[in-house]
Nanobody, 126 residues
Framework: QVQLEESGGGLVQAGGSLRLSCAAS????????MGWFRQATGKEREFVAA????????YYADSVKGRFTISRDNAKNMVYLQMNSLKPEDTAVYYC???????????????????WGQGTQVTVSS
């Protein structure tokens, strides 16, 4: 059973930065692509970023491109989301996700992911 645990959320002023972490366990972490999603109150869960099993390919939602960076450390079974220049509209619960199956290209839709963490709240004040 794959387990994911996010950390690093909090309250930050607009323009500030946060770094989210996701600890993974339960299978060979380095074999699988990973993703970050977020869900604001009253809205659907949306894609934020994803990266390939070796970190060589990254994908971002247009809304975060140039501000967020996804990365991973396969030796530590960790995936990260560095968030800079935060905006109030970035306020949401952020989730780390992993797919059941391997793929050549990371998925960007929530339905393609089978394992989810409990989420970490990010609040950006104006």
């Amino acid at each position: 059973q794959v387990q994911l645990e996010e950390s690093g959320g909090g309250l930050v002023q607009a323009g500030g930065s946060l770094r989210l972490s996701c600890a993974a366990s339960g299978r060979t972490f380095s074999n699988y692509n990973m993703g970050w999603f977020r869900q604001a109150t009253g809205k659907e869960r949306e894609f934020v970023a994803a990266l390939s099993w070796n970190g060589g390919s990254t994908y971002y939602a247009d809304s975060v491109k140039g501000r967020f960076t996804i990365s991973r450390d396969n030796a530590k079974n960790m995936v990260y989301l560095q968030m800079n220049s935060l905006k109030p509209e970035d306020t949401a619960v952020y989730y780390c996700a992993a797919p059941l199956r391997r793929s050549a290209v990371p998925f960007t839709h929530p339905r393609e992911y089978d394992y989810w963490g409990q989420g970490t709240q990010v609040t950006v004040s104006s």
